[in-house]
Structures are given as structure tokens and as C-alpha cells.
């Protein structure tokens, strides 16, 4: 069997802080401690198991995220069809609603920074250094060894015996309706926001998963400011012709996906055809592959079960990014863990964060050689960040 030791995992898409005011996850406990919790719940079983935290991230040495700022309109399909099961506290009927919920996500990753000794906000290239030295990847080697990744058989798994392993998590914003114009981005970014995804669904800045459309005049105006204060744009979730028209019209240096995989797998608007697959590589981008069963298998669905999904499936989307792309310089992992699915959605050898080495693994087993399963798992998400924080 191969083993694969990470120094380090990046994950892209996690929405930590809508899962905190939202669905009242505490993060700061296992996975299994809020599974515990929420099965006795009717809101807890349709989100799905818990798959993230704090302890879960440290001792898979997920020791970078991307946390989102997400808040849902009111007025989409999705949103109605949760109805009371979703908490109000991340639904907004206009702009000022989705900013003020949009700030409040914000708060509460500069509180857990200022409290929680294992996070620290990623806001310039000095806070992701100290960052990656607390992991290995700087002054000083403190790896963890394998054998300490095993889940502490208190549902509590406290983690103080870990203290210098910080999660460090950039903010990127998903879904832009929180920005009120274009030209606030810039108080935004003075706050600490560093990625932005102008789409979910359709917002006032870009149409989106299933909205077919383009950029709004203000989405063209925020591209132009996204470009002007070198933030990342993240073009996950835009419908098809808004996505092509920012390839055209975005003349920032940085642009990802996130967390999108390849429409020639799974065929939805939710997903990248490969000529934008390619023209993002041509920018230099990295496209964060998603861990959602639906969105691996054709067909998987309501009824089918997390068994029917294998890493063999995490790897042919890796696989054809690599193979369109010509390189595994622009692929990575997005995995939207508890991004409105669960455990139960996961591929079979998947239970919680701590399991996304296992991914790593079966790419080396598949026969990628160490360094470029290194660049999937973290250097290509390094690479964008060392080029795009200020210093």
C-alpha cells in the first residue's frame, strides 16, 4: 500500500462561518462531537454529517483554507425548498441584508482569530509564512507523525497537545451580493478579504448556476475593482457566458475556481467545460476539485449510496484537468466539505477532513509522482496566494 505524509493539505471552499451562524456548528469540537449533536435534529440530518473540524483540520495537516462569506437571496429555489431548516441569519431579501449578514461572517473570522489559539486569519504574505512555519514548511520541522492523526476517542478530541498547528484561513467571499457597489470592495479588502466569486446563483453583479446569462454592468464594474486592488477572482458557480466574458474582459493577474469540476464529467452548468478549463491554466489559475458525490459520478443522487463514489472517481476529475491542462500545475482541492451535503455524500473512503491525505495517497497509487501530487495538494494553491497577498 502507499503511504502518502503530507507536509501540508490546502483546502479552497470551506463555509465555515455560514455553518457557525447558520447552522450553529461548533467548529471549534469535532466532526463526530457535532454529529452527535445534530442527529437528533430534523435540520441536522438534511445538512448532512459533519465533516469538518478543528481537529479534524490539524490532524490532516489541512493547515490552509479558503473560508467563504455566503449568504443565500431569499427569492432562489434552493433557498425556499430548505425553508425553516435554513437559519435566516444567511438569507437576504437585498443588498443591505446580504451585507450586513455578509460583515457579520466576517466578525466571526476575526473573533475566532482573536480567541481560538488554533486559526489565524491569512490576510498578507508575512501571516501565511508564520502560517506554514507552524507546519513544517518554514523555520523549524514540527510534523506530526502519522500515528498522531488517529481521532481521539473523547468526542471532545481536544487539541491543546497540537498548539503550534494554526489553521490559517483566507477569506474569499462566494456569491458578491454583500458588496453594495462596486467601489465598497475596497473597504472589504481593508477588512481582510482576499478571493472573491462574483456568482452562486445569480447575484446583482453576474448570473449564475442555474441562471443562464452574463456579467451585469455593476459585475463588470467589480471585475474592473477586483483587478485595481489585486484580489483574486474566483469564477466558480458564474453561468457559461458570464464565465467567458470574464475570461475576456478580467484583467487581473489572479483568477481560480475554487471548487468546480469538469462538465465533461459531470455535464451541468455548475461545472467547467474545457475550454475554460484551458483558458484558466492560460492565466495561470488552479481549479479546486469538489468532494461531492453528485457532482464526481453521473447519476449519483437521491437514493444512491456513498460506496457507489470512490477516490478512484476524485481522480479522473483530477486526472482530466491535468490531461486538458497539459500539467498538474492548475488543479487542487476545493472540497466544499459541508457545503450543503454531508458524510453520507462523500466519496467511500471519506469520512471527515482528516481523510483528505487519502486522496494524495491514491493519486501516488495511480501512479503521480511525488512532487506533482505535492503541487495538488498544496504548492499550486501556494503559488496564488504567494502571488497575490500584499505584502
Not at 463526530?32 to 437528533?40: G, L
Not at 441536522?44 to 483554507?65: A, D, K
Not at 467545460?273 to 461531492?292: C, K, M, N, S, Y
Not at 503521480?368 to 505584502?391: D, H, Q
Amino acid at each position: 500500500m502507499t503511504t502518502y505524509r503530507p507536509k501540508l493539505i490546502v483546502d479552497a471552499h470551506l463555509d465555515l462561518a455560514e455553518n457557525v451562524l447558520g447552522s450553529h456548528r461548533d467548529y471549534r469540537r469535532s466532526a463526530y462531537w457535532n454529529r452527535q449533536r445534530e442527529s437528533r435534529t430534523l435540520a441536522g440530518r438534511v445538512v448532512g454529517r459533519c465533516l469538518v473540524g478543528l481537529p479534524e483540520l490539524v490532524r490532516g495537516r489541512v493547515g490552509i483554507v479558503f473560508g467563504t462569506i455566503f449568504t443565500m437571496p431569499a427569492n432562489n429555489l434552493f433557498t425556499r425548498a430548505l425553508g425553516a431548516l435554513t437559519n435566516t441569519a444567511v438569507i437576504y431579501r437585498d443588498a443591505e441584508e446580504a451585507h450586513a449578514q455578509g460583515m457579520a461572517q466576517l466578525d466571526f473570522y476575526h473573533r475566532w482569530a482573536d480567541n481560538e489559539p488554533h486559526v489565524r486569519l491569512i490576510g498578507t504574505q508575512q501571516d501565511l509564512e508564520e502560517v506554514l512555519g507552524d507546519w513544517g514548511m518554514g523555520i523549524g520541522d514540527k510534523r506530526l507523525e502519522i500515528g498522531d492523526w488517529g481521532l481521539s476517542a473523547n468526542l471532545q478530541s481536544p487539541i491543546s497537545n497540537l498548539s503550534v498547528h494554526r489553521i490559517g484561513i483566507v477569506p474569499l467571499m462566494e456569491g458578491a451580493d454583500p458588496i453594495l457597489e462596486p467601489k465598497e470592495l475596497e473597504r472589504w479588502v481593508e477588512r481582510g478579504l482576499r478571493i472573491v466569486a462574483p456568482a452562486w446563483h445569480a447575484t446583482r453583479y453576474s448570473a449564475g448556476t442555474g441562471e443562464s446569462g452574463g456579467l451585469t454592468s455593476l459585475g463588470r464594474e467589480l471585475l474592473a475593482m477586483i483587478a485595481e486592488l489585486g484580489v483574486v477572482l474566483d469564477v466558480s458557480h458564474m453561468a457559461e457566458k458570464a464565465l467567458y466574458e470574464a475570461l475576456d474582459c478580467f484583467e487581473g493577474r489572479h483568477l481560480i475556481a475554487s471548487h468546480s469540476n469538469p462538465q465533461r464529467i459531470m455535464p451541468t452548468d455548475r461545472h467547467l467545460p474545457d475550454p475554460a478549463i484551458e483558458r484558466i491554466a492560460e492565466r495561470g489559475g488552479v481549479i479546486g476539485v469538489v468532494l461531492f458525490n453528485r457532482f464526481l459520478k453521473k447519476g449519483w443522487g437521491m437514493g444512491s449510496k456513498k460506496h457507489d463514489v470512490t477516490l478512484d472517481d476524485v481522480v479522473r476529475a483530477v486526472d482530466h484537468i491535468c490531461q486538458v491542462t497539459g500539467s498538474a500545475d492548475h488543479v487542487g482541492i476545493g472540497s466544499d466539505f459541508d457545503g450543503g451535503f454531508g458524510a453520507e455524500s462523500t466519496p467511500k473512503e471519506l469520512d471527515s477532513s482528516r481523510d483528505l491525505y487519502k486522496v494524495g495517497e491514491e493519486l501516488m497509487r495511480r501512479g503521480f509522482g511525488l512532487e506533482n501530487v505535492e503541487k495538488i495538494m498544496y504548492g499550486n494553491w501556494l503559488r496564488i496566494l504567494r502571488a497575490a497577498l500584499p505584502a
